[in-house]
Structure formats: C-alpha cells, structure tokens
C-alpha cells in the first residue's frame, strides 16, 4: 500500500523513506499483458547499527565530536522548514572534518527520515501542512555519531488559502482589433476577491503575455492585431495572494482587407499569345483574414491603357495563364489578394514580351537543370529550375514519389510551376522523389533526390508559463539568504509532479552582472554572500521549452559579520614643535563587513611585550586619526591598529615602528624596514620574541617585533644561502681554469722570450731609430693609474740599487742593455741569478699587486640587517693594478721556482728585516751621458719585444 512513505516513482521505481528494520525482506515486481506475465525479485537487507563495548565506547567518546546546540527553526512554512544551529568545534586539527545528521519524523511516528549535511543549516522539504515534527540534529566524524542530542518539536504552518480558478470564462470579437472577455467569481469563496489579473497573448508567435488588473468580471481588450486569435486566462487574488488559473480560451479577432500586396510576382512568356504569371501570397501577419482569390490585372505597355483587362483566381492557385494576347508585344501585369472583406494592394508591375514565334515541339523537353527538397514531419517542399533548352515546348512537370521508390505516388504540375509541397507523408520515412518534363511529344529524363521526412514529436503547448509569485528574501546569516515563492500553476497543494524547474537571478545593486542558481524546489538556499550587502533576487520557471518570464524582484541585506580585513594606511607623525605628541592616521578597512564602531590603536616600547600589555586608545568609527600624547622623546613606539563593529573586532594591522623625534624637535619618524625584512614587517604581530637587530634610515639599531611570518624569512635565508653557495663554488672552478690558462701562457711567454732574445743579439741593427717605446709604455701606466704620481716614481727611484751594487750582486752592465724593465725581486746576498722579466698593465679584474694601497683604518665598517658586517680590508677595485712576472736563471741556465712577490709598495720605503736588497728595476735606466748608438740599440730591443708580448697577450686571453 502506498502511503508518504512508501511511493511508486516515475512508474517503475519503489522509493521508501524512513527505512526501518521491518522493511527487511523479499520485493517482488510482476508485469502483466495480454500476451502473459515476468516477474523478477530482490532481496532487502537491513544492516544493524554495531554496538560498541564499554572500552571501545569510553575510548570513543574521547574522539567523538561535540554536539550541537541551539537548534531553532528559522523559517516554517506550510510545506518546509529551514533549521539553524551552533556547534563549539574542540576537535583536534588533524582529525576528520566535522558532519551533521538532521533526523525528523512526524509525532508519534515510528519512521524517521535522514539527511546528511556539512553546513550549519538544513532545509527539509515535502512536510504536510500542520503537521507536529520532531526534528534532532547529531554530529559526527570518523570515529562515530555523537547521540548526545535534544530533539526539537515544529509544527508547520497551516495551508494558505488562495481562491480557486475563476469559472465559465468567454472570449468574443467584438472588432479587428478588440475582444471582449468575460468569466465568474470562483466557487467555495474563503476569503473575498481583492481583484482579478487577466492574461493574454498572441498564439501565433507566442513571444510575451500580457497582463492587466481587473475589478470586474468583464473586461474588454483592444490594440490586437486583426485576424489573430488570442489566448485569454484570469487568475484571482485575495489577501493570501493569487489563485490557481482559469483554463486558457481562445478568440480570433475579425477579419479585414489585406494589408500588403502578395509577393514575388514575376511574368514570363510560354508562347507568341501567352503570358504566364505566378505569385506568393502576401505575408501571414497582414492577410488579415482567409485568402478568397487573386485578382490579376493586365494591359499593352505601348498603348498606354489605363483600366486594361482583369481576371481572377481562387485563393489557393499561385498562377495563372494569361490567354490570346498579341505576338512580339510587351504587358504589363499585377496582382491583388482577396478577402471576404475586399482587395488588398495591388503588387507592382510586372513587365514581359510575348514571342514572335512559337517553341519547339517537335521533340521532347529535356531533364530539369536543378531539384532541390525540404522535408517536414508529414510534408516535403520540392522546388526546381527548368531544362536548359528554352526553345522547346514544355506542356507541365511530373512530380512522382513513394518510399524508397520512386512514382509510387505522382502529380501532373503546370509548366510554370517551381515549386510544390507534398503533403500526407509519414513520418520518419526515406522518400525518393522524380521530377520530369513532358509536351505533346513525350516525356523527358526525370531527376532524382532522396530525403527523409522528420520524427513526430509531441508540441508543447503554445501558453507560456506564468512567472512564480509570492518571492520572499528572508536573511539567516551575514552569507546565507533563503528565497520562497509560490508558483500558481501547480494548484493548491503546490506539489511539483513534473520536471519543471526554477532558475534565480541575483546580485548586488554595484554589479550589473548576475549569477543564476537553479532549483528543483519551492525554495532555496543562497549562500557564500557578502556580509552587509543588499542583495537583489528574481525568479523564474522552466518546463521542458516553454519558459516564463522574470517575477518581481525582492531585495534584502546580509546581516553583519566581523571585519575581515585591518584598517590601512596607517601613518604616525610627530606633531610640530612638540616631541611627545604623535598624531596616528589611518584608512578604513577594506572589509568592513557591517558600520565601524570603533577603533582600537595599540602601541608600546617593547614589541616582546605580549598584546595584553600594550597600551590602548580607543577611538570613534567615524574618526580616521587620533592624538597620542606624553610619549618619551627619541623612543622607539610600535604602533598597531585593529577596527570593530556591532558583532566584533577585526584582525590587527601589520606593526608601524616609530621614533619620536628629540627634546629640540630635530630627528624621528618612520624608521625604515630593510627589504629582507619586508615580509616580516608587512605581517601582524603575534608573538612576544624578537628577531635579531634592524638598522633605521639613520644608522641606530632597533629590534622590531616579531612576526608569525618569521619561519618564511628563514626559509628565505636558507634559499639565499643556497644561492650564495652554487656562485661560490662557480667562481671557484672560473679562477682554478683562469689559473691553469696564465700559467699554460706564462710557460709559453718564457720561451719564446729567450729565443726571441738570441735572435735579437744575433740579427739586431743598430742603424734603426726607433719610436721611443719606454716613454709610451710609462705613458701607458700613466692614464691607467692616475694615482701613479710622478712624486712615486722617484721615491721608487731612490730605492734602486747603484752600479756597484748590481754587480755585487752577479750582475754586469753587458748583461741588462738586451733586458726589459723588471718586475720587484726579493734576492738573497750571493746569488748569482740573471733577470729576464717584463713588466706590464693588466685588466682590473685580475689578481695584481698594487703599486699604493689605502690603510685599512680609513675604511667605514658596513652594517647589515641582523649584525652581519662585510670586510673592510678589501682593495678598492679604481687602485692601480700591475701584473708582475719574473722568474730566476741561474748560470747554468735552469729555471728556478718564482720566489714570494712582495707587499705593495706605498709611498714611503719598505723595511723586510729578511731581505737584504729591493730590486724594483734590476738593470740600469737609460742616463744622460748614455750614446745615442746604445740608447738606439736599446730601444729597437724594446719595439721587437713589445710585438711580441702583444701576441703572446692575445693568446693568454684566448685562452
């Protein structure tokens, strides 16, 4: 038996509600015709809920969720009820997330019914009208239902009232244009008609419905169109709103000329004395009425006739064979279209010229150039262009058809006719269709073309449907919105039986876009909106392709809720002239979420402090500044600010540090946050420890608060570090290769140095006169060290050693004139060393030893963000920079190892207790009293040795 419980849906589907262990058991379905029966079978197992031991339930208690609390009902109606609830969520974070279980059943009822939900609302739908409910809500997690829950009980709102469909409504033309309308109260009145609403629209197109206020039970609607029948239904209200609707009548208003003329009038010669004309009727909206005839109308071009000849037709020919008229002479034709009521317009005229001589028909006509079809349900419109030989008599056209064979069917047409519809087909079928021409001697070759007629489907209704009523907006938190309507199309009860449904439009008045949301209910839940907004809401109903248009638009506003966001902006100053005032400005938040009724700035000394010992201003939300006075001049402050309205306060702003400036006025301000600080400084604080030391805009340190954001500036350091480290070990492998390539080319400048100086010795003229090499390459060392003095060079000068003392040291005067200038030597009394050597200017990126240096003590220590300081003892990169090569030879002629390079040379002498002499130029510079034949020599030395160190250069940067 089936009852609320137990429902047969959709015709083949056993739906029960409220499953209890009774319900366990065998199903049996048996369907029955006239030819015998089939029956299948399924089996119903009931699981029973597992029952835990005391352990197990003492264990689970521990981790069950807690339970909810005031559950009220939010919104009752007739049909449904919205419930609301709170729930304290204790659980830990890495437990599951949290569910609801809203169970109800009617009073003493034995099913309960269940619904399962993550939200802290529930909607429960298809309840009886004032019925009593007990409703409980239980949560629950993965490790099991929380009972521990007070039903609630409800009782539905009885049923609105509204008045039935008013009866015996009649629809009559009273003009072209007007029908009157008129209808009876509704029986069984409960309440008394307020007023009526008639509906009407025009069947043809069906695009919109019209609707006007009566007060009567007559009523009279003019502006129609002539000739159109209109679809008329009235609905009745009373207080509870409106009633079920009338069933729909129909009226066809009167009947008038034609409006327009018909259409695609053409004329066309088909002998020496005849003239066939064809036409279209005039377009459905301006006939006005049934099309009775054609009246054609005729007459010679030339002789200027003003009346000419007139014949008519039926209403349902479109051509018509004008008859005995003169050869080779030109007509001009037009056509009228006839009603009851008269003749429209006539057409514009058709110009054409009768042969001279008459065709062909000594021959058959030949195969029409072109066919083409349109297929329907149960027609198929053919139309077709004529043969290509215009000079043989055609006396008509065979149309034959049938399905899947042709000429199982066929019309004889006239020879002027281009297009026929086929009628009476059926549906879903393949028809092939023929087409030939034929005269008095035979028929010509058909053609062919094959199509299929469409699927029959059932129209829908042309009475568009009627936009939902009663829509009501009814807030139950600052995001959620719950949308009621009625719909007067489903009857009293307002139960849905079909598969229609409802689409709602909402937005804000400052969005013109809207969002759509559809329902299969009488109501729904808009979630997830702004708090404290205004909402506009609208909706509307679908069923299969009919649709109604929009109801009337609601609005309302989300209740307020905590501001999301922080006042912004905010910017402490000193205030002129005294240094313990400090005014704080600021902007709104940018999610108030509701009015501002207040603000609360906070500030202190110590940012370790925790949030309770700060000190705290409260202002006016209608204020964006305060004055903070009997601060301590030059002080550090830390200043937050944080906004509230009517349900709370809103989160705290990032930390604002500022220095109040000294007793003088001078100094204080925004102290600056270094930039890889910024992250940390842009978050609130939170927490009471610090974080290293930060240096402000005027060189004093300061330790700023900390932030919940500090694990991702250590994240950011770490990564930095890793940087920092891939570019170490690159610079690494770049110097070992620059390493190896200098020494490759040092090897390589030591021989060809020797060789070169053999070939010198052997080969030199001194009849050359060479450019004076040593003054340019000095000149050279000049532009590149600006601060190579001339005051330098002498103090150099003064440390060389005499004649005496190179030869004391091994050397003889013979033995330097082929020698380049050397580089600085530490040698040791007694040895017996000869010097090969050359000295020249480098790039400023190699490694060098400087001429003069700059005293360590004059550097300024830097400081960074978190004590980190750099090295002050580094060279600057603009000092001078000289490469120096050297290397030994003994007597023997070996190449002994290159010894230590001395430290750079400053401007005073240098003082090596372990090294006896400095040699910074090992053989004698050229002197005045030299001859010009040895300077000469010389000097040609020098040029052949400066190519060759330019190639040898090349190739060391090569490589």
Avoid at 28 to 33: E, K, V, W
Avoid at 377 to 387: K, L, R
Wanted: hydrophobic residues 30%; aromatic residues 8%; glycine residues 6%.
């Amino acid at each position: 038996m089936m009852d609320d419980y137990v429902q047969m849906t959709e015709g083949r589907n056993l739906r029960i509600l409220g499953v209890m262990k009774s319900d366990q058991g065998m199903y049996q379905c048996t369907a029955t015709n006239a030819v015998g029966m089939i029956q299948a079978v399924a089996q119903l197992a009931i699981n029973e809920r597992k029952i835990l031991d005391e352990d197990q339930l003492s264990t689970s208690n521990s981790l069950l969720p807690p339970p909810a609390t005031d559950i009220t009902a939010a919104y009752m109606s007739s049909r449904f009820v919205t419930l609301a609830w709170q729930y304290s969520n204790e659980l830990q974070e890495t437990m599951e997330p949290l569910g609801f279980l809203v169970y109800w059943k009617e009073k003493d009822s034995v099913r309960e019914r269940v619904l399962n939900t993550s939200s802290i609302e529930a909607s429960i739908q298809d309840l009886k009208p004032s019925t009593k409910y007990d409703i409980r809500v239980i949560t629950y997690n993965a490790y099991g239902i929380n009972n521990d829950s007070m039903p609630i009980a409800v009782e539905t709102n009885a049923e609105d009232f509204v008045p039935a469909s008013p009866v015996n409504v009649l629809a009559t033309a009273s003009s072209t244009t007007s029908v009157d309308v008129s209808w009876t109260p509704p029986p069984n009145l409960s309440d008394p008609i307020t007023h009526y609403k008639l509906y009407y629209y025009n069947i043809n197109d069906g695009a919109f419905e019209f609707d006007t206020n009566v007060t009567e039970t007559r009523y009279t609607v003019t502006g129609l169109l002539k000739f159109s029948r209109y679809g008329f239904r009235i609905v009745a209200f009373n207080k509870n709103g409106p009633g079920v609707s009338s069933d729909e009548v129909t009226c066809r208003t009167f009947s008038d000329v034609p409006s327009q003329p018909p259409q695609n009038v053409s004329a066309e010669a088909a002998s020496s004395t005849s003239i066939v004309v064809t036409w279209e009727p005039p377009p459905d909206g301006s006939q006005n009425g049934i099309i009775t005839g054609y009246k054609i109308r005729y007459k010679q071009k030339l002789r200027g006739e003003r009346s000419g000849n007139t014949v008519t037709t039926d209403g349902n020919l479109h051509f018509m064979e004008l008859t005995g008229l003169d050869r080779n002479t030109e007509y001009m034709i037009r056509v009228q279209a006839l009603t009851v009521n008269g003749s429209g317009p006539a057409s514009s005229w058709a110009i054409t010229e009768t042969f001279l001589h008459d065709l062909d028909e000594t021959s058959v006509p030949g195969q029409p150039t072109s066919l083409r079809v349109r297929a329907f349900t149960n027609s198929i419109a053919v139309s077709w262009t004529p043969p290509v030989e215009q000079d043989i008599m055609i006396r008509g056209y065979i149309l034959g058809y049938g399905i899947g064979i042709p000429d199982v069917y066929s019309q004889i047409l006239d020879a002027k006719m281009r297009y026929h519809t086929i009628k009476s087909l059926k549906s879903s079928s393949e028809y092939v269709i023929s087409l030939k021409a034929f005269n008095n001697v035979g028929e010509g070759v058909p053609i062919y073309e094959t199509t299929s007629t469409r699927e029959e489907s059932t129209p829908e209704p042309h009475t568009p449907m009627m936009p939902p009523v009663a829509l009501k907006a009814i807030v139950l938190s600052s995001t959620t919105i719950l949308l009621t309507w009625s719909d007067t199309t489903l009857g009293r009860s307002q139960r849905i039986t079909d598969s229609r449904y409802y689409t709602i439009r909402y937005g804000t008045k400052v969005l013109t876009k809207y969002k759509m949301m559809n329902s299969t209910d009488l109501n729904l839940h808009v979630e997830e909106l702004r708090p404290d907004t205004e909402y506009e809401f609208s909706v509307r109903v679908t069923k299969g392709n009919r649709q109604s248009t929009w109801s009337l638009s609601v609005f309302n506003r989300t209740k307020e809720s905590v501001p999301t966001s922080f006042p912004r902006d905010m910017t402490p100053v000193a205030m002129e002239g005294k240094s313990t005032t400090v005014i704080v400005n600021w902007q709104p938040p940018r999610h108030p979420n509701g009015q501002i009724t207040g603000y609360l700035i906070f500030y202190t000394t110590d940012a370790t402090e925790p949030d309770s010992e700060w000190v705290v201003e409260e202002v006016r939300g209608d204020r964006l500044s305060v004055t903070i006075r009997d601060l301590t001049p030059e002080t550090t402050y830390y200043f937050r600010i944080r906004a509230r309205n009517s349900v709370g306060q809103g989160p705290m702003s990032p930390t604002v540090i500022f220095r109040t400036p000294r007793i003088d006025g001078t100094g204080g301000g925004i102290i600056e946050t270094p930039d890889d600080f910024g992250p940390l400084n842009r978050l609130p604080v939170r927490n009471s420890w610090s974080f290293g030391h930060m240096q402000n805009s005027r060189g004093s340190t300061e330790t700023p608060a900390s932030a919940s954001g500090m694990i991702s500036s250590v994240v950011l350091w770490i990564i930095v570090g890793c940087i920092g480290g891939v570019m170490v070990v690159t610079a690494v492998i770049a110097a070992a290769v620059f390493i190896y390539c200098r020494n490759a080319s040092a090897k390589k400048l030591m021989k060809n140095r020797d060789k070169l100086a053999e070939q010198k010795s052997k080969y030199g003229r001194k009849d050359l006169n060479p450019p004076d090499l040593w003054s340019h390459e000095l000149t050279e060392l000049t532009h590149t060290d600006k601060e190579f003095s001339e005051e330098a060079f002498d103090e150099i000068s003064k440390q060389m050693p005499t004649d005496s003392e190179r030869y004391h040291m091994g050397g003889s005067d013979s033995r330097y004139r082929s020698m380049s200038p050397r580089s600085v030597q530490m040698v040791s009394p007694g040895d017996k060393v000869s010097y090969h050597g050359i000295a020249k200017v480098l790039p400023r990126d190699a490694e060098i030893n400087s001429v003069r240096t700059r005293s360590s003590s004059n550097s300024t220590p830097r400081v960074n963000a978190g004590d980190i300081t750099q090295s002050s003892s580094g060279r600057s990169s603009k000092q001078p920079l000289l490469n120096i090569t050297s290397s030994l030879k003994n007597s023997a002629g070996a190449i002994q190892s290159p010894v230590r390079p001395v430290p750079p040379v400053s401007c005073t002498p240098l003082r090596t207790p372990d090294v006896t002499k400095v040699d910074l130029c090992p053989h004698p510079l050229p002197s005045k009293q030299a001859s010009t034949e040895e300077l000469s020599a010389e000097m040609a030395n020098l040029d052949g040795l400066m190519k060759d160190l330019t190639e040898i250069t090349q190739e060391q940067y090569d490589c």
